[in-house]
Every structure is written in structure tokens, then in C-alpha cells.
């Protein structure tokens, strides 16, 4: 061991120090999806279909023209916010999978105050809507971390039960009290005011403004996250909970804090599902975002930004969905087929962390 | 109001030459040329398309568009009522060349083809269940059938079929095409003998099939014989009542092959009619309706054969009824009748017919249908 040496190629070792996790954290999920991707061209050569016809049918639904683009970033905004709701709390060591309820809820409360407001001006209206939202999802989802943190509930089963319990609750609320008597055949609430809907983003193709909140939500968690010393706590705090403690950190804070954060984004996701596509709350809203979140927030390793290329991704594989199914005659569960190998390779990929050889500085030192 | 930018053929031609897709797509990908002067019809569907009921009787008209001279069928199942559905349907007309479409679930009428149809002005979009207003896009139109009928015609098998005087329903959620099931079943079934009740167990979804069973076999143990449900696919209700014992009607679509012994007859959609006309009439340059509504005589819907287990003098009554519905113009909800609260809804004299609107805003269970609708 040569302790003087720097390292090959004229790199200090203070950059390797700094580069070389970096290069890791990106190289070792790209490495697992190419690997799910050709595991998943082996299923379909079974099934007598042409992975290559496959892929170019991904390509071209889903990032080959401005349509495309269209159909996959119009599909982005629920899973940035539904993979924020697992990505923060799994920072603290906290498997929350309930994101689904606060969705539901979350559009609910939107959709209310919107209804209760009509006529108001979108500068009022929508900021309360919003703020509604976010305050009905960030309580349901605070509620499994106060469970977790006061009374030792396990939060993975508390939020996942508490996500039926949402999804009841809100069809009960748009079935009954707040049932638009118009609403015949498919009960919803009363319709929002064309002032109280979000629209499109000016960008050319017809996405709305929940994808610029959903990025924007992603950066400020990831500078709350890994550039504050409120992130850092927490950070400790899911490493290691017994030396958080010890070192007299609130662990209890930060946990029902950033439990309610995530609720509070998946309670976004409602708001902008409501306001920017249906107008209205109704058993629509049940869609299945939360659970594709949980997708997006482990595929990201809990990362707020690299969820943003991850949900962008997994929305072009859904937008390719139809046209994988129109053209190559296959179920549309061929999609979710896909994504369940990948994801699986990508958790087991866990485990090469820190075992590769290639990304240990010594390797580099040893070749000097 | 959304600012709206619509992506026409030729703006959609140009980027995808800008980005390169045009010019890879064809050589990879085939099949998606066809024939000028050809249609592409688009058919969506928010379930399965071989789930013995709702979805499945759609892919069965689709299937006969399919064998029409100079058309191409394009279909996607489980297909969400969220953004998927606009995003599906842009898909078929950008992709694909689509120019009439079919988004067979209810709710992909409010907000998703009325937010695309004035974008789409050359697309014709034929929605199901829905009902089409004067203020509604000119290039939208709803269709649906009087399936009503059906379940009365159903409730006469039901009536002469059971022993217990008591029949059960499996019903998704307390809409008003649900309720006006409930009770015509019932009310076929009193035709026979007025002293039947009909217990109806709600599950709250439209798909959910471990309610259903669950449903199915709390009116069996409750000593209903005969049920029949309205939820996508009966397929869960009509294969449980069978295990248990219970006389099956069907619904949607024929479910007799999953139990043919015990299966009496069933409400089968009849869409291959109504679909080939439409078709016929779009190639050929005629306007539709935007407002299209059949029953029995117009072929928008028909009976499953009557199964084995049907009496003749069950045999008999259903043939004579059906008869009667063919001509036109029958009421099931005819006064006097209360509702299962007590309420007058029909008083003496007064009758809904079949076509009567007022029929689907329905809000009540009439008296001997043992359950609530909130």
C-alpha cells in the first residue's frame, strides 16, 4: 500500500475521493436498467415478439416526436410528487407506500374549496386550494410518521392501510355530502370554475403546470435534503436513529416533519390532477400514481433530483404503452412486466455498492 | 379556459421529421401504413377485453367492424379515465391515422372528449353511456342502449326459477344505470310472482373482484337462488352462484359457457349492429346522431339463449313479454309503485317508458328491493 501516491492519469486524490461515488451512484443503476432491459428481451423472445421493434416502439411513443414528449411529460407530474412522498421519508429510514390516500385526499380537499369558491379569483382561490391540499395530504401522511415515531406503529403497513382507509373515505365524501346532484352516472363533486383550473405550461405542447411544480418540488427537497443541516439531521437520523439521539437531535420532528413534507406532495398531486385534468374529484383520482411512486422514489435511490430523469422515463414507457399494444399485439401489462424486472435488478444492484473494485480510489492507486 | 394548441397532422409530420422519428419509424415498424381512402377506427377500452362482460361486449362489436371491407381496427384495453385516455386517444389520431373513435367507458366523456373533440374537428368520437347536449362538440356523439329491458326479461326467468322468493343483485355503485337494473329485475321478476324481493349488495367499485365473491356468497347465504349483478365482469358473481348452488343471470355480456347448467338467460349488449351501422354511415359521408339510444327492437341489445334449466311456462311468459317490449314503447316502472322508502314514484296511470330521459337520472330502489342506495 502506497499511502504517497497519486493517483493514475494525473487525477489528485481528492477528486477521486469526490468523483468516484458520483460515477458509482450513476453507473451501477444505468448498468442494472441496460441489465433488466436485456433480461426483458430474453421474456420476449420467448414470446416470439422482436425486443428491438419493442424498444423502437418505446422510442417513438414515448420521446420521438412532440407529441411524444406530450403524452410522456403530460404523465411526469403525479410521479414526481408520489415519488417524493416515499423518497423523503425513506431518507429517514422509513418504507412509507400509503402516497396513494394523500393523492386521493389531497384532490378532495382541492376539489371542495375550489367548489365552495366559485366565482373567486384564481390569485385567491388556487393558492387555497393548493395549500389545502398540501395540508390534508402532508396530515395524512404526518399521521404515520406521529404513529411511528410516538406509538411504534410500522409505518410501511400503517400507511398502506391508511391509504384504503383514504381511498374509502373519499369515495363516501364524493358519493354522498359532497356529491354534485348533476353528477348522474359517475358521482363526483361539483365542477371547479374555469378560473380555478390550472393549465397548460406556454411550451408548445399541451403540458400542464403541475410538471414545473413536480421538478421544482424535487429541487427544493434535494436542497433541503443534502444542502441544509435540517437535511443532514435527517440524514443521521436514517442512518443510525439510536447516534441521532444520542447526539440530542429531535428525531421525533424530523420525522413526523418530513413524513407530512411527502404527504404534503403527494396532496399536490391531487390538487393538480383536479384542478389541471378532471376538474372535479371523483373515483378518477384513484389511479395508481401512489403506487408507481414507490417505483420511481426506490429506481431513484431516494434522490428528489434523480427522480425527475426516473419518472420521465418510467411516464415514456407508460406512454408507449398503447402503441406497444396496438402494433406488437401484446397485453398491456407487458409494460408493468418490464418495469417489475427492472426494478428488480435495480434493487439487487444494491448490493454491488462499495464492492466494485473500480470505483475504490486504492484501484486507481495501486495502477500508479 | 386552458390555452389550447391543437397538434394537427401537419404540425405533427413536421416535428417528427424535425426529430428524427419519421425517418427511423417506417423501416422498423410495420403495419401502421395503410390503404388511402381506408378507415382506422380506434376502440378503448377501461378494462379487459375478454372479461364476460362490459369490455368484452365492446371488443365483440369491434370484432365485427374488424371484418368490414376497407377498415382498420385499432383497440387498447385498461385504459385509466385520467390523462390516459386523451393521451390514448391523440395516439390513435396521430400515430395511427384514426378518425373515428370509440372510448367505450363512461368516463371518458366529462372532461376528456369534450376537451379533445374541438381540437380533433375532422375526428368523429362516439362515446357510450354518456349524454350528449346541445353545447357538447358537434363531433362528439353519445349512444347507449334500454339494457333496462333486458333485466326485466331476466327477472321473469328469475321469477319462475326460484324457490326462496328471493333474488340477488351484485351491483358496482347507486348510479342511475344501475338502479334502473336493479329495478327492472325485480320488477320482471314480481310480473311472475309479487311476492319476490330482490336483495342488493353494493361493492363501490366497478372491478373489484374479491367484493364480488364476497357479495355473491352473502345473498347465497342469505337463501337467494337467483342473481344477477351489474359490474364490469360478472364473471367472479356468475362462476361463486353457481359454486353455491344459485341460478345465474347474465349481464353484458353471455356468461352461460362459465356455468351452463345454472345460467337462465342474460342482458347481452348487441354493439356489432349498432357499430357497422355507424361505421356504414361515417364511410359513406352520412351525419349520426349525436344522441343515439336503442333497445330490444333496435337491436342494441338481446337475450342469451334460454339456458336448460328455464321452465316452459317461464319459457313462455319471457317469449310473450319479449314480444311486447319488440313493439316498442314498454314500461317496467309503471304506477301505482313506491319505492322501497315508502315514496310515491309512479302514481296510478303514469308510466316511464323504455326511451323515457327522466329513466336515467334514476335515484330510488322500488319497494321489495331489500337495500339502500346510500
Known amino acids: ?18 468523483w468516484l461515488p458520483r460515477a458509482e451512484a450513476v453507473a451501477i443503476p444505468l448498468a442494472a436498467l441496460i441489465c433488466g432491459l436485456v433480461v426483458f428481451s430474453l421474456f420476449l423472445l420467448t414470446q416470439g415478439k422482436s425486443p428491438i421493434e419493442f424498444y423502437a416502439l418505446i422510442y417513438k411513443a414515448g420521446f420521438s416526436t412532440a407529441f411524444s414528449w406530450q403524452n410522456t411529460l403530460s404523465r411526469v407530474a403525479p410521479l414526481l410528487f408520489a415519488g417524493l412522498c416515499v423518497a423523503l421519508p425513506a431518507r429517514l429510514g422509513l418504507v412509507v407506500i400509503g402516497g396513494e390516500g394523500a393523492i386521493a385526499l389531497g384532490g378532495l380537499a382541492a376539489a371542495v374549496l375550489g367548489a365552495s369558491m366559485a366565482g373567486a379569483s384564481p390569485l385567491i382561490g388556487l ?6 391540499a398540501a395540508l390534508v395530504g402532508g396530515a395524512w401522511i404526518g399521521a404515520v410518521g406521529w404513529l ?3 406509538r411504534g406503529v410500522n409505518e410501511t403497513i400503517a400507511s398502506l392501510l391508511m391509504a384504503y382507509i383514504a381511498i374509502a373515505l373519499m369515495n363516501h365524501l364524493v358519493e354522498g355530502p359532497f356529491r354534485d346532484p348533476a353528477s348522474l352516472n359517475k358521482p363526483s363533486t361539483a365542477p371547479l370554475t374555469d378560473a380555478l383550473r390550472v393549465g397548460d405550461m406556454p411550451i408548445g405542447v399541451e403540458v400542464h403546470w403541475g410538471f414545473a411544480f413536480g421538478v421544482l418540488a424535487c429541487v427544493i427537497s434535494w436542497l433541503l435534503m443534502d444542502r441544509t443541516t435540517l ?6 437520523a436514517g442512518d443510525n436513529i439510536r447516534a441521532a439521539q444520542v447526539q440530542g437531535l429531535p428525531v421525533g420532528k424530523l420525522v413526523i416533519g418530513f413524513t407530512a413534507l411527502g404527504g404534503a406532495f403527494a396532496g399536490l398531486a391531487g390538487f393538480f390532477e383536479v384542478t389541471a385534468i378532471h376538474g372535479a374529484a371523483n373515483a378518477s383520482l384513484v389511479a395508481g400514481y401512489g403506487y408507481t411512486g414507490i417505483l420511481v422514489a426506490f429506481l431513484a435511490r431516494h434522490n428528489p433530483l434523480a427522480i425527475i430523469p426516473v419518472a420521465t422515463l418510467l411516464a415514456g414507457f407508460e406512454a408507449s404503452s398503447g402503441l406497444i399494444q396496438r402494433r406488437m399485439d401484446l397485453p398491456d401489462a407487458t409494460i408493468l412486466v418490464m418495469e417489475g424486472i427492472v426494478f428488480v435488478v435495480i434493487l439487487l444492484s444494491e448490493t454491488l455498492y462499495g464492492r466494485l473494485p473500480v470505483f475504490n480510489p486504492r484501484f486507481w492507486e495501486t495502477r500508479a | 379556459m386552458k390555452p389550447s394548441l391543437s397538434l394537427t397532422r401537419r404540425h405533427f409530420l413536421g416535428t417528427a421529421a424535425a426529430f428524427g422519428g419519421a425517418a427511423v419509424a417506417p423501416s422498423l415498424l410495420p403495419g401502421q401504413a395503410h390503404a388511402a381512402g381506408s378507415l382506422t377506427v380506434g376502440f378503448i377500452y377501461v378494462g379487459p377485453k375478454d372479461d364476460f362482460g362490459y369490455n368484452q361486449a365492446h ?12 377498415v382498420t381496427v385499432i383497440e387498447e384495453e385498461n385504459v385509466p379515465e385520467t390523462n390516459d385516455v386523451q ?4 395516439s390513435m389520431i396521430n400515430f395511427d391515422g384514426a378518425a373515428l373513435l370509440f372510448p367505450t367507458s363512461f368516463g371518458y366523456y366529462n372532461p376528456h372528449i369534450l376537451e379533445l373533440a374541438p381540437k380533433f374537428p375532422d375526428v368523429r368520437f362516439e362515446h357510450c353511456g354518456g349524454l350528449w347536449g346541445a353545447d357538447d362538440p358537434k363531433n362528439a356523439g353519445s349512444y347507449f342502449g334500454y339494457i333496462g329491458m333486458g333485466q326485466y326479461l331476466n327477472g321473469i326467468a328469475a321469477g319462475h326459477a326460484t324457490k326462496s322468493k328471493k333474488i340477488g343483485f351484485v351491483a358496482a355503485k347507486p348510479i342511475p344505470q344501475v338502479l334502473n337494473n336493479i329495478n327492472s329485475f325485480l320488477l320482471g321478476a314480481r310480473a311472475v310472482d309479487p311476492s319476490i324481493t330482490c336483495q342488493v349488495i353494493f361493492t363501490g367499485e366497478w372491478s373489484l373482484a374479491v367484493k364480488e365473491a364476497e357479495a355473491t356468497n352473502a345473498l347465497a347465504d342469505q337463501g337467494c337462488d337467483v342473481i344477477t349483478c351489474h359490474v364490469d365482469g360478472p364473471k367472479v358473481v356468475a362462476e361463486t352462484a353457481a359454486a353455491r348452488g344459485a341460478y345465474i343471470c347474465g349481464y353484458h355480456a353471455d356468461q352461460s359457457p362459465l356455468a351452463p347448467e345454472m345460467y337462465l338467460t342474460g342482458a347481452e349488449w348487441n354493439w356489432a349492429g349498432v357499430y357497422t351501422d355507424m361505421v356504414t354511415k361515417f364511410m359513406a359521408g352520412e351525419p349520426i346522431d349525436n344522441f343515439v339510444r336503442g333497445g330490444l327492437a333496435d337491436g342494441f341489445i338481446k337475450m342469451s339463449p334460454l339456458g336448460p334449466a328455464v321452465s316452459d311456462a317461464a319459457r313462455n311468459q319471457f317469449e310473450a313479454t319479449k314480444a311486447e317490449i319488440m313493439k316498442g314503447g314498454f314500461a317496467a316502472i309503471k304506477g301505482p309503485l ?4 315508502g315514496n310515491m314514484i309512479a302514481a296510478e296511470g303514469e308510466a316511464f317508458v323504455e326511451s323515457d330521459v327522466a329513466l336515467e337520472s334514476m335515484g330510488y330502489l322500488v319497494e321489495g328491493v331489500i337495500g339502500s342506495t346510500s
Request: charged share 25%; glycine share 10%; proline share 6%.
Open chain 1, 148 to 150: 411511528r415515531i410516538r
Open chain 1, 127 to 132: 393558492p387555497i386550494m393548493f395549500a389545502g
Open chain 1, 231 to 236: 437535511g443532514f439531521a435527517a440524514r443521521i
Open chain 2, 87 to 90: 393521451n390514448t386517444m391523440q
Open chain 2, 59 to 70: 371488443a365483440e362489436g369491434a370484432a365485427a367492424v374488424k371484418a368490414m371491407d376497407g
Open chain 2, 338 to 341: 313506491k319505492d322501497n322508502k
Open chain 1, 1 to 18: 500500500m502506497n499511502d504517497t501516491a497519486t493517483a493514475s492519469l494525473g487525477i489528485p486524490r481528492p477528486a477521486l475521493a469526490k
